[in-house]
């Protein structure tokens, strides 16, 4: 496959298959392909990173590293339903300008529709605060932090989330 292609296959994959590879310790070939499509550019102040509860491994000086690509959304409003569960993790991640990403708006101006960015593999977030929002008051006080015009009913009874896990972060190493 050429880069575009693998581009096409990760968007468009809840479990992409790169990312199975990389974290299993496959030998993921394309993942050299994949890397072609990084640049420096400019990024967004804050992108958001969502992921099951159980894919959260934050080390004992609070890092947080993952092998596989982190997809991420500057979007956090159309991000929303995309995760299945009653609990979601968030990770809002505090950028730098410019850094290596994929934004993949440059590639694929019409299939990017939640303002997603790539980050490098391995990419290191020191994880800087964690706070847990239960209920309608939680959901409530979670959508004034990341700024989300969805509603706190919203995120209960048409996502039914019952517990959201935000974790601020920044970017240490990339």
């Known amino acids: 496959m050429n880069e575009l292609e693998l581009l096409k296959e990760y968007i468009t994959s809840s479990e992409p ?16 392909i994949f890397d072609r499509l990084f640049s420096v550019g400019e990024v967004p102040t804050t992108l958001y ?13 609070n890092i947080f590293c993952d092998s596989a690509y982190l997809s991420c959304t500057s979007d956090i409003d159309k991000y929303w339903g995309r995760t299945n569960g ?10 730098h300008s410019p850094m290596s990403r994929v934004d993949i708006n ?16 391995n990419s290191r977030l020191r994880i800087t605060k964690h706070q847990c ?27 039914h989330y019952h517990k959201i ?10």
């Open 133 to 159: 929002f239960e209920g309608i008051h939680g959901f409530e006080k979670f959508i004034d932090i990341v700024g989300s015009f969805e509603n706190a009913n919203t995120l209960s009874d048409i996502y």
């Open 17 to 32: 298959r790169l990312n199975y590879e990389l974290r299993s310790g496959e030998n993921c070939e394309d993942a050299v």
């Open 49 to 61: 990173r969502f992921l099951p509860d159980e894919n959260m491994q934050i080390s004992e000086d």
């Open 106 to 121: 440059s590639f694929l101006p019409n299939q990017n529709d939640e303002g997603e960015y790539i980050l490098p593999r």
């Open 86 to 95: 009653e609990k979601l993790t968030c990770i809002m991640i505090k950028t």
């Open 165 to 174: 896990d935000l974790y601020t972060a920044e970017i240490i190493q990339i």
